[in-house]
């Protein structure tokens, strides 16, 4: 694969980054989602995007990006987790703080994977 095959590849509206999916499945096992854990975990061990040999960060795991061939059920599940985080860390005032923004970039990057 060429770099510019795997550009086209995790810029997919169905691909996301190792850091997304981990944290992802850290919020499902703290809400003791463990089946959709499990399916989670099997994106992350079967569903990995090869990078092509010149990469400049191949060992690097931020770099690196899964397919998500999950349910739209799941996914939307997955959705309301994070839309939760989100309101429940709006300031007082109904202010947008920033762990708000960071939920909700959440949100926006599971919605790409739900449009699809």
């Not at 509206?13 to 854990?37: C, G, H, M, W, Y």
């Not at 989100?86 to 739900?114: C, L, R």
Request: hydrophobic letters at 35%; proline letters at 3%; charged letters at 30%.
């Amino acid at each position: 694969m060429n770099a510019e095959e795997y550009k086209s590849l995790v810029n997919q509206p169905d691909v996301l980054d190792n850091t997304t999916l981990n944290i992802t499945l850290k919020e499902l096992v703290s809400r003791q989602d463990f089946e959709l854990a499990e399916s989670l975990k099997r994106v992350l061990e079967n569903n990995k995007i090869d990078k092509p040999d010149l990469h400049s960060k191949l060992y690097d795991t931020s770099s690196t990006y899964y397919k998500v061939d999950l349910s739209s059920d799941d996914v939307e599940k997955i959705i309301d987790i994070f839309f939760d985080l989100d309101a429940a860390h709006v300031g007082e005032d109904g202010e947008t703080t920033p762990t708000a923004s960071f939920y909700a970039s959440f949100v926006d990057k599971w919605n790409k994977i739900a449009e699809s």
